[in-house]
């Protein structure tokens, strides 16, 4: 049997893992709303593919403005109160969803809706990696990262079903209400665990220093990587509906179901395969993290390909094969990043990686996408995300010959 951290008890573990797990559900509800409804969002404001794709990037950008003064914080302060705090932000901004009338204010409000989320994604993962040790966390952070896929589908189905029958703003100010329940079950049940509980090897001075990340290869390599990823991620889960529903002449509702459905399938299969491959691979190879992310990244590419320009009735299989390829790295990138650098500096860290999962990633690829789209077709803008898991696969494989050391897994 496996043990948490001596400091803190297997129970208060699993609470902080159950609580963390599904609000970032609810975290990926919200954020997957707008792909559903975004054809609708167009026609209102009578917008191009662009300004609609710049609603995703002004989200992104404030989430990258807020990322390093959330981490500096999170290495200083209550990471749960945080948590709180930017749980009940967010579920605020949906709220508010209902009086927003103008193209500017909605742009705000996915701003502001970007500075809420972003203090989860710092502190989630570095409250999880205090109370797991390492040979723990691939498994862990697979247990989290199931709330992806679940919610970006749940988010397309709530976003579609709610919009045509009470108008696009309706799933907003619904989601607002679960976002709302967990921040106070969090705020009453879960602990806050000692930094660095879990740890059993002392970290490398380097690594104990901020300017430190820059030259940690491990932490550089697993971030930019990741970034290419999430730049296909965010980009394609940003216009997929659309496309299926300018290309293949679905309605906005059965385009929503059958991307939430494969989603929800092809991410939870992804995440599971991913994480399973990944924890019994690195029992014999340390780099097992670096490699499963490689190979989920590059195994994608020709699926995505055949669902973009290939014939209608493959276009949903490639897409859900694609996915499925993708997810299976999900868990062990994670890890992988989390794994690179010392307690003292993880929120930091963690910050630094979504600066640069944003700033590289989903911030741009959807308006990319949009300008591309607008010059040309929609076929060839989605096409530019293949190119940034070419490169996130060569990162990965150089990467790997920088992976820390795990001890094994106490029995």
């Not at 129970?11 to 970032?24: H, I, P, R, S």
């Not at 290869?217 to 991620?233: D, G, N, Q």
């Amino acid at each position: 049997m496996t043990k948490a951290t001596s400091n803190t008890s297997i129970a208060g573990a699993t609470v902080a893992l159950v609580l963390l797990t599904a609000l970032n559900f609810v975290n990926y509800i919200d954020r997957y709303i707008l792909p559903g409804v975004q054809e609708m969002v167009k026609h209102e404001f009578s917008l191009t593919d662009q300004a609609v794709g710049a609603l995703t990037t002004w989200f992104f950008i404030a989430y990258i403005v807020a990322a390093p003064a959330t981490g500096w914080l999170g290495d200083r302060m209550s990471r749960k109160i945080l948590i709180v705090i930017g749980a009940l932000l967010w579920s605020g901004v949906n709220l508010f969803t209902a009086f927003v009338h103008s193209y500017d204010a909605l742009l705000v409000r996915h701003a502001a809706l970007g500075i809420g989320e972003a203090s989860f994604g710092i502190f989630a993962p570095a409250v999880l990696a205090d109370f797991y040790p390492a040979e723990q966390r691939n498994r862990v952070l697979t247990i989290f990262n199931l709330a992806v896929p679940v919610g970006a589908a749940i988010g397309y189905a709530a976003g579609g079903g709610l919009a045509a029958a009470h108008g696009w703003r309706a799933p907003f100010f619904v989601s607002a209400i679960p976002g709302i329940i967990f921040a106070f079950a969090v705020l009453f049940f879960m602990k806050e665990p000692k930094r660095g509980g879990s740890d059993k090897v002392e970290s490398k001075p380097e690594k104990q220093m901020v300017l430190g990340l820059v030259k940690n290869h491990a932490y550089t390599t697993s971030v930019i990587a990741f970034a290419m990823v999430t730049f296909m991620i965010g980009g394609v889960a940003a216009w997929i509906p659309t496309f299926f529903q300018r290309f293949h002449g679905m309605s906005l509702q059965k385009a929503d179901f059958s991307v939430g459905a494969i989603t929800v399938v092809s991410g939870i299969a992804g995440t599971i395969l991913g994480g399973i491959w990944a924890q019994k691979w690195i029992k014999t190879n340390h780099r097992a993290l670096y490699l499963v992310s490689a190979w989920s990244a590059l195994s994608s590419i020709p699926f995505a390909l055949l669902c973009f320009f290939g014939p209608g009735k493959l276009s949903l299989p490639s897409l859900a094969l694609a996915e499925f390829c993708i997810f299976l790295g999900t868990g062990p990138l994670n890890a992988a990043v989390v794994n690179a650098v010392s307690s003292r500096v993880r929120a930091t860290a963690l910050a630094g990686e979504l600066f640069l999962l944003h700033i590289l990633g989903d911030a741009p690829s959807p308006r990319l996408i949009g300008a591309v789209s607008d010059a040309t077709n929609l076929r060839l803008g989605l096409a530019v995300t293949v190119i940034a898991l070419a490169v996130a696969g060569a990162l990965l494989f150089y990467g790997a010959r920088f992976a820390p050391q795990i001890e094994p897994e106490l029995a």
